[in-house]
């Protein structure tokens, strides 16, 4: 089983490929760049949906449902957003049999309808802040891509904000890069960077676009979501106005944020090994899995009475947890079965184990003879959840360090070109380029600058590409 | 306000929009026949998919997701399928700028691409059963549109089964729409009656197909759900086999089942009266809402802050509860709004409610001063919960009643003729009719056969309409 997955070190992509395929997360679909994403696969989308939906209502939001499609001529409002989203847009043109009048996009985001029917409900301050949020499926024509990464039609939740002033909305916008940021860090276990976008990469349509980045175990970053403060760009071509408490008409200012299926994709890479999926117990579908071990009839008897026991009193307190008791597969074959699907903790009763009283514990972060322990049955569900949070933080721990382990400071651009192929990583650089450098830098090192973090050094510098002085550093790396 | 909702007695489809409109449920898009669901209405659907999902899972089954497009070719395979969906198909000939070598089928519905994916996951006995569902929107292009009860796009859940025999998938069958019909009576206190379609209105593609069906306040009946035994119809189109235990190659037995937002529909015309909604405690966003009265600022303070208290109290016993602080409206202002968004049950908290340590408290099933009554401050939380337990007790009570005093026994097809437009309701008769007499009865009165009830009635009779001796009797009403 464990050769039907290639090393990482080897072939990185091959292995990403392979682990989705083992763990039974998703399969090609018969349609060009779609997938399905398999229970095991939306089990973990599940999981981040009530984490996100619940923090999202905690902060004042309420969910909302805008059509799928969108008329071709609320597209083309935004000048900069058809430019952006036009290339990759899937047409509906005939529907019941008939063409129709106007062509139909399916929705590659939903900025556009959203501020049509603003334009409707908003009329004045009092009206102010709208706070929505939209769980749904989207659609992209993109060229090339990849289970989970990049997908011609992929689910996400889409934040489409309204406020009054400027200040308010730029408020938003970083509440909610913090919501993912933290998202990120305490359920997902990764150690996310969260900064502002470049020109080049913003959104089409916005003002600012900031992202949360994270580093992959091949050195690579994948951007997994990202805040946008849309200024007034969109009320002013959907004429979404309000009339303040100054008895002045006023544009709103807005913000929309997103977080997707790549999150999947970037659980898998940030945490995967060798043996498959690592995944943390807060996302985890089933966080223990408890492998009964017997040869006898009956010891079969004793050992699944207790096993039952011992899942139910896990369940009690909360923990996720799964008796593998189907038949005729070896205690091995269940091991790698749950060690591929990355299950957290694996506890394994045998006759011996119930005779002296405790189970074996094998934390899927620890393989090997090495990680085993024994817990006592007695107090056993209240160590069982000491040790998923103990095996939350210890991932988030060597999550922290490989990326910190992967980030370099550099001066000059040449470090870069020499560096990057042979230690991917996140390159930490003064910043004061444009661009013509970023394209530059794209063509030569494949490198993008993924953002200007947030967590500013202080000090100055000279721009590694441009020499110019500048307060400003970059993150730059291969990215997703 | 209470003007801006036409009587129901007077016009029931233009009292449906108005309260559709007034609670802000759901606004019309700038999309032919789509609709846009308002936050309000959304959260009543999100509580419906939360009691919907713990049963589906309860029930061994897990969510998956397929694309959102469907290869014509795919659509085609099935002749009966095809038959019934090639009609209202929306299609996808364009992508990324080029026009599309096969036209793709926004998903009016799943079974062909997921057989598709069955034929690759079920080879053997043990991949058997499988049992999934999927949360979607789907698109049927239909010709006539009406909020939440048939729109172009609509959200979903689709059951899909496999099974090794036609016991194990007509036993499924029944579980599924047995577990609509306890939803339907349980959460959203509706009273459906649980029956086979006849062949004429039967699922394209099915062998069977089952419905829980539904009265409204004007005796119409309302589709409310359904489950479908397949047969091995798909089977054979996709070539869904598996090697038996008998070492024979066999196909798989199949199920689907679905209900749609269109039950948000039924819980508006199953229980809505003349001043708006009236939600069932069990789905209501918000079950319990609190207005405090004062004039002074002293009075204000102390009113506020006992409010709180009590909010507080309510939502640690678990209820959904809202305190209406919005300055600047008044109690009666307040009163109505939350009348019109059928809130279960409304406390009102005054300076005299204060000093005699009670709470005013109005159900919203029995409006008006008779209904009134007080709760003393001491013990709130439980009287609150076992309140909202019997005003969800009632509803059903009452919708039974409603039901139960407009079903007919009629023996003759003249009496249908003659009494169904003065009073319309559910006409039982016996049913050995086959689709001429459907259609004749269609033309002539604008009623269907519903369904024929699995609540037999034991004993026989002649067919209303054929004077054929049968022992079945179906249900016979005018339908959305």
């Given at each position: 089983m464990a050769k039907k997955i290639t090393s990482p070190a080897e072939d990185f992509s091959r292995w990403y490929l392979d682990v989705i395929r083992e763990a039974e997360l998703a399969d090609t679909a018969p349609v060009r760049g779609c997938m399905i994403i398999r229970p095991y696969g939306y089990a973990i989308w599940e999981n981040m949906k009530a984490s996100l939906d619940r923090r999202f209502k905690q902060t004042g939001h309420s969910n909302a449902y805008f059509p799928l499609f969108i008329p071709q001529s609320f597209i083309t409002k935004e000048s900069e957003h058809v430019e952006g989203f036009a290339p990759e847009l899937a047409m509906v043109t005939h529907g019941g049999g008939k063409e129709l009048e106007e062509p139909l996009a399916v929705?590659?985001?939903s900025e556009t309808i959203i501020n049509h029917m603003f334009s409707k409900w908003i009329?004045?301050?009092?009206?102010?802040p709208m706070l929505l949020n939209q769980w749904a499926n989207v659609v992209r024509w993109e060229m090339r891509t990849r289970p989970f990464?990049?997908?011609?039609e992929f689910l996400w939740q889409e934040g489409h904000t309204a406020h009054a002033t400027e200040e308010e909305a730029r408020e938003e916008t970083m509440r909610m890069l913090g919501v993912y940021e933290d998202f990120a860090r305490e359920d997902a276990a990764i150690p996310v960077v969260a900064g502002l976008k470049t020109e080049s990469e913003?959104?089409?349509?916005?003002v600012d676009t900031y992202a949360i980045e994270a580093m992959m175990r091949n050195g690579w970053a994948l951007q997994s979501g990202t805040s946008h403060y849309l200024g007034t760009n969109f009320a002013r071509a959907f004429d979404t106005r309000f009339l303040d408490s100054d008895n002045e008409q006023k544009y709103v200012h807005q913000t929309s944020w997103g977080v997707s299926t790549r999150l999947v994709g970037a659980l898998i890479m940030a945490h995967g090994d060798e043996h498959g999926l690592r995944l943390p117990p807060s996302l985890a579908p089933v966080q223990t899995v408890i492998v009964p071990i017997f040869r006898s009839d009956d010891d079969r008897t004793r050992v699944l009475g207790k096993a039952a026991e011992i899942r139910g009193r896990l369940a009690d307190a909360g923990v996720r947890v799964k008796l593998d008791?189907?038949?005729?597969?070896s205690p091995g074959f269940k091991f790698n079965h749950w060690e591929v699907r990355g299950v957290p903790l694996r506890l394994e009763l045998g006759p011996r184990d119930l005779e002296e009283g405790h189970v074996m514990a094998s934390p899927r972060n620890r393989?090997?003879?090495?990680g085993k322990f024994t817990i006592p049955m007695e107090g056993l569900a209240e160590r069982v959840v000491e040790r998923l949070d103990a095996i939350q933080a210890e991932m988030l721990e060597e999550a922290t360090e490989y990326r910190d382990s992967r980030t370099y400071e550099i001066d000059s651009y040449d470090q870069l070109v020499q560096q990057l192929p042979q230690k991917p990583g996140f390159y930490r650089v003064w910043w004061a380029g444009g661009d013509e450098e970023e394209q530059r830098m794209k063509e030569e090192?494949?490198?993008?600058?993924r953002c200007i973090p947030l967590d500013r050094p202080g000090g100055s510098g000279k721009c590694f590409m441009t020499g110019r002085e500048t307060d400003r550093k970059a993150i730059v790396a291969r990215a997703y």
């Open positions: 929705r590659p985001t009329n004045s301050y009092r009206d102010l990464l990049r997908t011609t913003k959104f089409a349509g916005a008791d189907t038949e005729g597969a393989p090997g003879r090495e090192t494949k490198a993008t600058v």
